[in-house]
């Protein structure tokens, strides 16, 4: 009984023993385990050394980026002045805006970009407007070109200043008096341009017009299918030459002819179309034609 005991108190002792034994063996001495703790941390230290500048070069500082849209900003005003600038040279009259542009630097640099590339100046002359033309009061070469004889174009030239002057000493009592904007005045003008016409006949008034910059003919530039002219055989595109025998230059002349007479009598109407004149039979009144002024040079086979 006392040997069992004492052997079972041995198994025990040998057990602990060899527990504390194995727990001392597999445990980390302190000096070692420190040790290993300090590679550990200074080996971080070298790696975050080693990618602070790669990080500086990628991330540039906070204002960096408003920085450069502020530049992008004062780039395209520059352009914007050096175009307005460019159309006053040109010949622009009245004063010149600026208008500042849009903030426009997120299409051009993208975030993180180091280099903004600026973007190709344009020559101030090179796509300008070209100055235009000044109109002519009356453009004497016009009717040069269109074949008329230079003392037929004088003779035009001379009624042309003669009834302009007219025209400017009326409109200058009617404006000293008040009356500038007056039926009666504007009465006295068509009286003039009427007087025109009659002393000039329809050849002369017609190179009259065109000499002056005037609408001198009447284009359909649609036509009702189901209406008088559709059924008359009337075209889009066709020119109006005579209506009822007299010739037609304006809208206003057109207009004012189908109105007269009796409404639904037969009148003839003659266009321009394809190099020849053709005559249409109309009812007098609403044709169903959408009108179109033009100008064109004089022709005197009309």
Not at 164 to 178: C, H, I, V
């Amino acid at each position: 009984m006392t040997l069992g005991r004492v052997s079972l108190a041995l198994i025990v002792a040998t057990s602990v023993a060899c527990g504390l034994i194995a727990g001392y063996l597999l445990a980390p001495s302190p000096p070692v385990e420190a040790q290993r703790v300090a590679d550990v941390q200074e080996r971080q230290r070298e790696a975050v050394a080693q990618n602070e500048p790669n990080s500086s070069a990628g991330t540039p500082p906070a204002d960096y980026f408003a920085l450069e849209r502020k530049l992008e900003e004062e780039r395209a005003l520059r352009e914007a002045l050096e175009a307005k600038l460019a159309r006053a040279l040109a010949g622009r009259s009245g004063p010149v805006a600026i208008d500042r542009p849009a903030d426009r630097s997120r299409g051009v640099v993208a975030r993180g970009e180091n280099v903004l590339t600026p973007k190709p100046q344009t020559p101030i002359g090179r796509h300008a407007k070209q100055p235009k033309k000044p109109e002519e009061w009356f453009n004497r070469a016009a009717l040069v070109e269109s074949g008329l004889s230079s003392s037929e174009i004088q003779e035009i030239e001379t009624r042309w200043e003669q009834y302009e002057m007219e025209k400017l000493y009326l409109t200058d009592e009617a404006r000293r008096d008040g009356t500038a904007q007056s039926k009666q005045f504007y009465e006295q003008l068509a009286e003039i341009n009427r007087q025109i016409r009659d002393d000039l006949g329809n050849d002369s008034y017609d190179a009259f017009l065109f000499a002056t910059g005037k609408h001198n003919r009447v284009v359909l530039k649609q036509v009702i299918a189901n209406s008088p002219a559709g059924y008359a055989g009337l075209r889009a595109g066709d020119v109006v030459v005579r209506y009822g025998g007299e010739r037609v230059f304006h809208p206003g002349d057109f207009k004012n002819a189908t109105s007269r007479g009796d409404s639904g009598a037969a009148t003839s109407l003659d266009v321009w179309r394809d190099g020849e004149v053709l005559q249409f039979s109309v009812g007098r009144g609403p044709l169903g034609v959408q009108l179109q002024p033009k100008v064109a040079a004089p022709d005197r086979s009309l």
